[in-house]
């Protein structure tokens, strides 16, 4: 089956209950086999992972590639100025607030809240599905952002700056709060489109969606965060995790539930990513947001491997009868109930989680000689493994917990 039949397919699968009758069956032959016969589109996928890998991977390779793009990107930052502070000329304290919040709900920070989120209130494909897909968004976001080093619009040239420290330290193109919206609002839209989902949106909220992905792009420029050119170039970029990530994600679903090895596979995969990660001209917080959020996908992934809520549709559907369609009263009331102690859960989890990894590490580490050890950098593998720590709270010790409250 082509690519083409399959993003058909994938637009007009009729609207149906999330876990009603064979699903994760459909799921299997609708992903893995569709998946496996379109060998263009998974000879494609493997091409531009490991393309991305060895770029990212080889100074070699990447070098020239900054050199070659990082100065047409600063002549058009430059040059983009003017539109910088034309946007900023209207500007207004109450503004400055509600954009700086726009920005922070397409944040990693965020993501890590709002996934657990949609995980606890029984949208558990949708939000393994998101999990995926924002990992993959924010590990070439801003990877890609540490391979050109393009700087931000000029703050000594008359652009205002309304932000924190932190955001201040990355680099521009491309703007990656563009990509993270467009990305995932696309998806969420083609997924209630599709029907996958136990919850059905109406097209009012749908243009409110699209209104918001309208004002995040504006407030990155109004912040004085991004020149027009990173916001392009984050939309372009978007579209292109969609058009990889949409005929693919039933076929990843159904592998990350299903009774391979996947936990040693991502695990592997994992530490791949962030020892290749390409090194930026001046230290930046993207590294860490790249760890972190890889590390949250290792860990849900196993805590998913033979979880019974994710892996069989009886244990699945309780979820969903419990609480109903989340965009309702009753659906949020339930989505609360289990957030609260949801949450509690997990930030302890973190706490305890970072000095057991320390520890652990350092036991491992033991044998070998102090002199060749302390020029280790330990710090990615101690984040990935708390944050992995988190991802496997959420997906399996917390649905445990809410079987013992009752809820």
Not at 67 to 85: F, G, T
Not at 180 to 191: D, E, H, Q, R, S
Not at 326 to 336: D, I, K, P
Request: aromatic share 14%.
């Amino acid at each position: 089956m082509h690519l083409r039949s399959i993003l058909a397919e994938f637009l007009v699968h009729p609207r149906e209950n999330a876990y009603k009758g064979t699903h994760m069956e459909e799921a299997y032959a609708r992903g893995y086999h569709e998946g496996v016969s379109d060998s263009m589109v998974l000879i494609g996928m493997i091409l531009a992972m490991v393309t991305f890998i060895i770029v990212a991977m080889c100074s070699t390779v990447y070098l020239p590639l900054r050199r070659m793009v990082r100065p047409w990107a600063m002549r058009e930052v430059e040059r983009e100025i003017v539109w910088v502070k034309a946007v900023q000329k209207y500007n207004h304290p109450i503004a400055d607030v509600l954009l700086d919040f726009a920005a922070f709900t397409c944040s990693v920070p965020f993501y890590i809240t709002f996934l657990p989120f949609l995980f606890w209130s029984g949208e558990l494909r949708l939000a393994r599905h998101l999990t995926i897909l924002c990992a993959v968004l924010i590990y070439v976001g801003n990877a890609i952002k540490d391979i050109i080093c393009s700087p931000r619009p000029d703050w000594n040239n008359g652009v205002r700056i309304v932000c924190k420290e932190q955001a201040v330290a990355e680099y521009g193109l491309p703007s990656t709060h563009t990509i993270n919206t467009i990305a995932v609002i696309g998806y969420l839209m083609l997924f209630d489109y599709k029907g996958d989902g136990n919850t059905s949106v109406s097209v009012q909220t749908w243009i409110l969606s699209s209104i918001w992905c309208f004002i995040i792009m504006y407030g990155r420029i109004y912040l004085g965060m991004h020149s027009p050119i990173d916001v392009a170039a984050g939309i372009v970029l978007a579209l292109a995790c969609l058009f990889f990530y949409l005929p693919l994600s039933d076929y990843v679903d159904s592998w990350i539930t299903s009774d391979c090895h996947v936990p040693l596979y991502q695990l592997v995969f994992s530490n791949l990513l962030i020892f290749s990660y390409p090194k930026p001209m001046k230290p930046t917080p993207s590294y860490e947001y790249a760890v972190y959020f890889t590390g949250v996908v290792l860990g849900v992934i196993t805590g998913i491997w033979r979880s019974d809520y994710h892996t069989e549709e009886a244990a699945a559907v309780i979820a969903i009868q419990r609480g109903g369609e989340l965009l309702t009263y009753r659906g949020m009331t339930f989505a609360f109930t289990r957030f609260v102690p949801g949450m509690v859960c997990v930030l302890a989890a973190r706490s305890c989680a970072k000095p057991a990894v320390q520890m652990l590490l350092q036991f491992i580490l033991s044998p070998f000689p102090e002199s060749t050890t302390k020029n280790w950098d330990k710090k990615p593998i101690e984040r990935l493994l708390t944050y992995a720590t988190v991802g496997w709270v959420v997906v399996s010790p917390c649905f445990k917990m809410f079987e013992v409250l009752g809820i």
